[in-house]
């Protein structure tokens, strides 16, 4: 398939040791100018790098303000590499018809897998014997520790991640419960508590897996933590407010909860330089991590492979599925036609100038789609025609008062 200029002079900039895993999905798809850098780059640096640049690749220490963007006079797309999307300034890139891409499910197994052996080192008691251990102690007792099968674990937030975590609890012998706010088809064995209530009452473990919203902020308070049965374990690798800190340090002080394992915090440092504070670091038995829940190697690889896959689908085909700040559409693909994307202010009349342009023509329309927000409108036209009957077609569509950007791919 071919754009209406050639993928060689398609200009990829990717910043911030983007895995390799996305190099390799360009070049497969054709895509050779591709300037990989293994750092953030300093502002200056930065502009002049994609100053020319078609895609921009990053992860979450670039800030594509709007300057940025502004400065990126021939931005197609952007593709965070990672599931956060704050440092791209999306209403700028929305507005100048650029699409961004990220990955917000490539980590979950890595999160799950994590979540899973956190339940079993800490229904082993293993962070108290671990710390013992590291103090010169020598605990060796049965006392309190356990096996997970046969247990009971909680999932609160039954989607990507508590889904995952279900089905390999049930591969170890645990009764799995989970509690949504969504009416949500029980995989394996799982069943759905009545409410959260419940599940806190009826679980040897419980685990977060909620996203951030008005609801879940602070949805485990001291309240809640107290109809956790007695002895039982807390897992956040969700959302660093979703728990009251205080109320679960208090609740680990009073035996209620005999341990926890937190990778997410109200207040995080923002680099390793900046000391780590929070009231769990006085206990043993508290599992401490530092937000990796999905940091792995497979997740860097997975990340990589979805995001180049879902730029090179965008420039290729034109299919915007899965883009945080336009348009979607998913586009079938178009053998023995010409397509020509047109994107445009959302104002009445366009779309009858685009019609006029096709009628005009006596070209023949194989396929056509559209879809809009608020602000802009995203056409997809197929169309059986020579490339300098394309292109003649892309110009006129250009020409239309209210039109953003035009492409032809053929
Ligand atoms: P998801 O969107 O697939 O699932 C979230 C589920 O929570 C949905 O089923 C939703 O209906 C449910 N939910 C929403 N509000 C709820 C409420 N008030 N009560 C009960 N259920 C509610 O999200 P995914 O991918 O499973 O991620 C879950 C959390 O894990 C997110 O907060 C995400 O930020 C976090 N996460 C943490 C990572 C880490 O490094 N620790 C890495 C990846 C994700």
């Known amino acids: 398939m071919k754009t ?80 956060g999307t704050n440092q791209v300034d999306l209403d700028q890139a929305h507005d100048r018809a650029v699409p961004v891409f990220n990955a917000p499910y490539s980590n979950t197994r890595s999160v799950a897998e994590l979540v899973i052996a956190e339940a079993i080192l800490l229904m082993r008691r293993v962070p108290e014997r671990n710390a013992e251990c590291h103090r010169g102690g020598w605990s060796k007792s049965a006392d309190g520790s356990f096996e997970v099968r046969g247990k009971t674990l909680g999932i609160v937030g039954y989607g990507h991640i508590g889904t995952q975590v279900g089905v390999l609890a049930e591969a170890l012998g645990m009764h799995v419960i989970y509690h949504d706010i969504e009416a949500k088809l029980a995989l394996g064995n799982a069943s759905a508590a009545r409410d959260l209530d419940d599940l806190l009452a009826r679980s040897d473990i419980v685990t977060l897996h909620v996203p951030a919203t ?22 956040n690798a969700s959302r660093g407010n979703v728990v009251d800190i205080d109320a679960l340090a208090a609740a680990l ?51 990589g492979t979805e995001v180049a896959a879902k730029l090179v689908r965008y420039s290729d085909n034109g299919s915007t599925l899965s883009a945080v700040n336009f348009p979607e559409v998913s586009l079938p693909e178009h053998p023995g036609s010409s397509r020509l ?70």
């Open 253 to 303: 002080k009073s035996g209620q909860l005999a341990g926890a394992a937190v990778d997410v915090f109200p207040k995080e440092p923002k680099s390793r330089d900046e000391e780590f504070a929070s009231p769990l670091r006085e206990f043993d038995n508290v599992i401490l991590t530092p937000h990796v829940g999905g940091s792995t190697q497979e997740a860097q690889l997975n990340i």
């Open 341 to 410: 994307l047109h994107i445009h202010h959302n104002v009445p009349g366009v779309l009858s100038r685009i019609n006029d342009v096709f009628s005009q023509s006596g070209v023949n329309i194989n396929g056509q789609h559209l879809q809009t927000d608020g602000k802009i409108g995203y056409v997809v036209i197929d169309v059986s025609a020579s490339e300098t009957q394309s292109e003649a077609l892309r110009e006129q569509l250009a020409a239309i008062p209210g039109t953003v950007r035009t492409r032809l791919l053929y």
């Open 4 to 83: 209406s200029f050639p993928k060689k002079d398609i200009k990829i900039v990717l910043l911030e040791g983007i895995h390799q895993s996305a190099i390799e999905v360009f070049h497969d798809a054709g895509y050779t100018w591709i300037e990989h850098h293994d750092k953030a780059l300093p502002r200056d640096e930065l502009f002049k790098a994609i100053a020319d640049a078609h895609i921009v690749g990053l992860r979450s220490r670039t800030q594509l303000d709007a300057e940025a963007i502004v400065q990126a006079r021939r931005l197609l797309a952007v593709g965070c590499f990672c599931i």
């Open 214 to 235: 008005p609801q879940t902020a602070g949805m485990l308070g001291a309240a809640q933590i107290a109809r956790i049965r007695h002895g039982a374990m807390l897992i």
